[in-house]
């Protein structure tokens, strides 16, 4: 069964204003992490699940190459309009997190915020894996996962361990979330050395999240 689907949910948000309204403005982790990524001389970068850009479009006004990618053709077209308004350069691609169209080692930084846990493990870890393929060794990668704090964990049906799906849902929840606690992310970023992991809420009370920032091994 194919579970790495709610990219349909939000290419459907993506097509209006209001849709878009709350995912305009990049995160704060990510505008910290600028003047690391300068003194690591980082130069390459993937926003993988852009949405409508908010993070690619911040990062290439910033002076990054920027590549960004999203299962959603909604979102990438916004995003393309956007940097074509702001004339920014962003090289722009419609594709799925499970199958990057890139070669080995392209990146010195990911960044994929709210993307990689939509779906059952299996999704998750291949993501990962595609993930770990494309950044360069002693590159970085900056993530978010769903934490088992999340008012949403054991909400609805699950699908597989730690994965849920709420039927009646009337946003992406209806599609498979899966969640994680501080030994789990550990377990998936195996590939990784991590520098950072904390637990935050986003939003809302009870929108639990890691963030986490860590380095590809060599």
């Known amino acids: 069964m194919d579970t790495a689907t709610a990219y349909q949910d939000w290419n459907n948000r993506w097509q209006s204003e209001e849709g878009r309204a709350d995912w305009r403005e990049p995160d704060p982790d990510v505008r910290a992490l600028i003047g690391e990524l300068r003194s690591r001389n980082v130069r390459r970068v993937l926003d993988l699940g852009c949405g409508v850009g908010r ?11 920027v590549t960004a990618i999203d299962a959603s053709e909604a979102g990438i077209a916004y995003c393309r309009g956007a940097a074509n308004e702001m004339r ?4 722009m691609h419609v594709g799925s997190m499970l199958d990057l169209p890139f070669p080995d080692a392209s990146f010195d930084y990911l960044l994929t915020f709210n993307v990689i ?3 059952a493990p299996d999704v998750v870890r291949r993501s990962i894996a595609e993930i770990a393929r494309v950044i360069r060794p002693g590159g970085l990668l900056q993530a978010t996962l ?8 054991g909400v609805g049906t699950e699908i597989a361990p730690d994965t849920f799906v709420v039927p009646d849902a009337s946003d992406d929840k209806v599609h ?19 520098i950072s992991l904390i637990d935050r809420e986003q939003k809302r009370a ?3 999240h890691w963030h986490l920032l860590a380095e590809r091994l060599a």
């Open 146 to 153: 769903l934490s088992k704090r999340n008012a949403g964990f």
């Open 176 to 194: 498979a979330h899966h969640y994680s606690n501080a030994a789990d992310a550990v377990r998936l970023l195996g590939e990784f050395e991590l």
């Open 117 to 119: 846990y939509h779906g």
């Open 206 to 208: 009870g929108h639990w």
């Open 88 to 91: 920014l350069h962003v090289d």
């Open 55 to 65: 993070h690619a479009l911040y990062l290439a006004a910033e002076g990054f190459e």
